[in-house]
T-cell receptor
Framework: GAGVSQTPSNKVTEKGKYVELRCDPISGHTALYWYRQSLGQGPEFLIYFQGTGAADDSGLPNDRFFAVRPEGSVSTLKIQRTERGDSAVYLC?????????????FGNGTRLTVT | AQKITQTQPGMFVQEKEAVTLDCTYD???????LFWYKQPSSGEMIFLIY??????QNATEGRYSLNFQKARKSANLVISASQLGDSAMYFC???????????????FGKGTLLTVNP
């Protein structure tokens, strides 16, 4: 079946601009995660949704970052006033239950470059 | 303190040989889970294997097995009969309960880059 889909695959933007990154999870998965991966590092947790609500947004670096999942399926990560330090690969993952042994299934990521 | 430590930035193995990738973890929880993921150069994160803290037996999935030593807090990945396609970054991750008692977030290590030589 279809996996997690992320669009765009690449995004180049100028410092100070606003960007939106989209994630379409696996159908039926209630748990959705956003992670950020910098070069040579493991993924870092940003935010977790269970259904429509953000159950844990403790990983968002500051208030320029925001994410929504209005209907409990597609999610959008929004970054305002982008900075060069925001450049990274943004990974979305979904999970059937979001707990126990239920693994995270990742999309291919959006590579964000802020110039 | 690091939750997940992968001490081998890079590993080399000959094709058809076995290789062990190390992972140690730090938690005070009794209930937690350990995961291994593979990330080829194409970038996708591929789930390989899971071990629950209460599982008596070491997890196995095809050529992958997890050498779980609870007292040492280690969860090493063993890949048998290495193939050229195994060349990739490998990440160890842990799911533990947060302060509210929920158990959902995975914390990843920095990874080990495995190169399989022909």
């Amino acid at each position: 079946g279809a996996g997690v889909s992320q669009t765009p695959s690449n995004k180049v933007t100028e410092k100070g601009k606003y960007v939106e990154l989209r994630c379409d999870p696996i159908s039926g998965h209630t748990a959705l995660y956003w992670y950020r991966q910098s070069l040579g590092q493991g993924p870092e947790f940003l935010i977790y949704f269970q259904g429509t609500g953000a159950a844990d947004d403790s990983g968002l670096p500051n208030d320029r970052f925001f994410a929504v999942r209005p209907e409990g399926s597609v999610s959008t990560l929004k970054i305002q006033r982008t900075e060069r330090g925001d450049s990274a690969v943004y990974l979305c993952a979904s999970s059937l239950r979001g707990q126990g042994g239920s693994p995270l299934h990742f999309g291919n990521g959006t590579r964000l470059t802020v110039t | 303190a690091q939750k997940i430590t992968q001490t081998q930035p890079g590993m080399f193995v000959q094709e058809k040989e076995a290789v062990t990738l190390d992972c140690t973890y730090d938690t005070s929880d009794q209930s937690y889970g350990l995961f291994w993921y593979k990330q080829p150069s194409s970038g996708e994160m591929i789930f390989l294997i899971y071990q629950g803290s209460y599982d008596e037996q070491n997890a196995t999935e095809g050529r992958y097995s997890l050498n779980f030593q609870k007292a040492r807090k280690s969860a090493n990945l063993v890949i048998s009969a290495s193939q050229l396609g195994d060349s990739a970054m490998y990440f160890c991750a842990m799911r533990e309960a947060n302060s509210g008692g929920s158990n959902y977030k995975l914390t990843f290590g920095k990874g080990t880059l495995l190169t399989v030589n022909p």
